[in-house]
């Protein structure tokens, strides 16, 4: 066990798992993030609520640098990962995204079967010594997605035959296979009919138990289900972060209250 874990395991969760300083992102000259800092809990399910365009979905990206992927954006500040800097040279983006995994709004399985899906990261990341170990990754992570009992008589089968909710499933085991810290999802539930947000929103109270979970929502009754941090972005700004309940029943700042009770959105 590393130092780190070593200490959350001491102090429990007062360590935050990301800690975010000025961070500012642009696209080109549109600034869509304006000096957030925000320190992400450990082992708890963190939501980012706010009107369309407030910068949730950017923020979020910046957390396992997935704008890099944008040709116009930049992103300056300091996100550290566990105390150390996700931006720093040294760091490969590639591993980056192993340890901080993401979930986007609508299930995006590859067109391989159910078990290459999960499969897949392992393998490039080399994390699996024989095809056994690899197997028990497998079924391991289709059971934290809750999704063993209906895929394991059909890993062969492509992971596109599944329906939309186990396909999201299936995206969250993806993630999880390559054991990440984190998880980032990105508005995960609304492709999804309402039995299968359900079933999706009782796996994220599940998986708390082993990662810190960042969700973005455009549903402030999901967020208070789910979450028990909740920060609200208004115009790139991160206006107020604090405990869930807080935040929906005695807001600090009145552009919050304004929001939670339909004013503005
Ligand atoms: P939210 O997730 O809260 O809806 P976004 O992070 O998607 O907000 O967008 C924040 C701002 O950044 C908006 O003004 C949006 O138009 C802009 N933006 C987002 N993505 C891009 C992009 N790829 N290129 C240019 N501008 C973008």
């Known amino acids: ?31 869509a993030i304006k000096d957030v800092d925000i320190e992400i809990p450990s082992k708890m399910v963190t939501a980012f609520i706010g009107p369309s365009g407030c910068g949730k979905s950017t923020f979020l990206r910046c957390l396992n640098r997935m704008n890099d992927t944008i040709d116009s954006c930049r992103v300056r500040g300091e996100i550290l990962l566990d105390n150390e800097d996700i931006y720093d040279a040294k760091v490969d983006p590639v591993q980056l995204r192993a340890k901080v995994g993401m979930v986007f709004q609508k299930p995006n399985p590859f067109p391989k079967s159910i078990y290459d899906n999960v499969a897949y990261g392992p393998k490039i990341h080399g994390l699996a010594a024989s095809k056994t170990e690899l197997d028990e990754i497998v079924e391991n992570s289709l059971r934290k997605a809750a999704l063993w009992d209906q895929a394991k008589d059909r890993l062969n089968q492509p992971g596109t035959g599944l329906s ?53 929502t455009h549903s402030m009754q999901q967020a208070a289900r789910v979450s028990q941090k909740t920060a609200f972005f208004h115009l790139g700004n991160l206006v107020e972060f604090g405990e869930t309940n807080q935040i929906f029943t005695n807001p600090d700042d009145p552009r919050t209250e304004s929001y939670i009770t339909g004013r503005i959105g």
């Open 164 to 216: 939309g909710g186990q396909q999201q499933r299936l995206c969250i085991a993806r993630a999880i296979a390559t054991s990440p810290d984190v998880l980032l999802m990105d508005e995960p539930c609304s492709a999804l009919d309402p039995i299968a947000t359900a079933q999706v929103e009782e796996l994220i109270d599940e998986l708390r138990e082993n990662f810190s979970v960042v969700i973005v």
């Open 1 to 31: 066990m590393n130092d780190m874990r070593l200490m959350e395991r001491a102090v429990g969760h007062d360590i935050p798992k990301i800690s975010a300083k000025n961070v500012q992102v642009h696209y080109g000259d549109t600034h």
